[in-house]
């Protein structure tokens, strides 16, 4: 004698290939997304393709893309590779064995996906930061092939030439070390507070000394960075374009220059104070360095 025990009615049954249908919907719609958007950048540059062809042009097309994409791919490997370097700078060497702090289990974390620590973070920030760089090509192509005007301001006695050509790339170049300099301390302190490089002692913060070079390092390039900014900011006195009248004024000339001179050169000295720091550990004297800077700006 058989007994079969027949499905409860009032209990409901799951479906055996619903988990099934959630695996394969995910994916299946990221590719419709890519392949929409593929159609459509393919459907834009196509357009562009026939409209310049129409004009007997199709090498300016191909000139501007290709300087386009490769500024697009210098800055995503440019970023990538100095966020991925200060990753690998704040590690220290050899294994971490400590796990009695709060970071020891995020810190774990970060040890069993190295590949994506060290790959694909870069790699993405890469291409939000630095990919944009792709926007200036016409920038730099018009400085690469700049010319002589023939004339020179009677301040500096550079060319002409120098404010339209150069003086532009120089201030993209600094707006760039300054978003990869900002962009490797965020990485630098992420990574030595995950492995101990930033600790409080009582209430004190205190950094190792592989954390100190490190932090130091970028305090010198900071600072010289905003030395940068400050020398070049005396060659934009010229291109102010005031309500009267364009070019700079007298007191341009006579106190913001011989300000913002003493700026940089602040800013390099703020720089030096950096490199005590990291190596005696002196940062009270940095900061009493950008401190005093800050009130020789005012």
Do not use: C
Not at 194 to 212: H, P
């Amino acid at each position: 004698m058989s007994t079969s025990t027949a499905p409860d009615p009032r209990r409901p049954q799951r479906s055996g290939n619903s988990s099934g249908f959630g695996n394969v919907f995910i994916p299946t719609l990221i590719v419709l997304a890519v392949l929409l958007f593929a159609i459509t950048i393919f459907a834009n540059v196509w357009t562009e393709v026939k409209w310049f062809d129409q004009l007997d042009a199709v090498r300016v097309f191909w000139t501007q893309w290709g300087w386009a994409i490769a500024l697009g791919v210098l800055g995503t490997l440019l970023v990538g590779l100095v966020v991925y370097l200060n990753l690998r700078l704040a590690r220290p060497k050899g294994d971490i064995e400590d796990s009695s702090s709060g970071t020891a289990r995020y810190r774990q974390q970060v040890e069993q996906h190295r590949w994506l620590v060290r790959l694909v973070v870069p790699l993405v920030v890469g291409l939000i930061f630095g990919a944009p760089l792709a926007g200036e090509w016409r920038t730099y192509v018009m400085w690469l092939y700049r010319t002589s005007f023939g004339e020179v301001d009677p301040e500096f006695g550079h060319d002409v030439s120098f404010y339209v050509f150069s003086l532009p790339v120089l201030q993209s170049l600094l707006s760039l070390a300054t978003t990869l300099i900002v962009l490797a301390l965020i990485a630098a302190i992420a990574m030595h507070y995950l492995y101990g490089g930033i600790s409080q002692d009582n209430g004190k913060l205190t950094l190792t000394r592989r954390a100190r070079i490190h932090f130091g390092v970028l305090g010198v390039l900071a600072s010289v960075v905003v030395a940068g900014f400050f020398w070049l900011s005396r060659y934009n006195m010229l291109l102010a374009d005031n309500d009267k009248f364009s070019g700079a004024s007298f007191t341009d000339i006579n106190a913001s220059l011989p300000g913002r001179t003493v700026l940089a050169i602040v800013a390099l000295l703020v720089g030096i104070l950096f490199v005590l720091a990291a190596v005696k550990g002196l940062w009270k004297l940095a900061g009493t360095g950008i401190a005093v800077g800050l009130v020789t700006m005012l």
